[in-house]
């Protein structure tokens, strides 16, 4: 998946991220019901499977169940 279809992912409900800061490749992500976050956004490459796990299990605190209904 690419830095860009993730954001996407995070933008939509029930997460309702939004972008509201970029340094360099960084984006910082906002939420009202989430923890912020912050990508490294380089839109050429891949983003493994175990580091958008860490991204929706760890740092924003989605069951399994939750993270896969996201990214779909």
């Known amino acids: 998946m690419k830095t860009k279809e993730l954001i996407k992912c995070l933008s939509r409900q029930p997460l309702k991220y939004k972008v509201i800061r970029q340094t360099g490749s960084h984006r910082t992500l906002r939420s009202e019901n989430y923890p912020e976050i912050r990508i490294s956004y380089h ?3 891949e983003i493994s499977g ?3 796990r860490k991204i929706l299990m760890e740092d924003i605190g989605l069951t399994e169940e939750m993270a896969r209904k996201v990214i779909k």
């Open 43 to 45: 839109d050429t490459f």
């Open 50 to 52: 175990f580091k958008i």
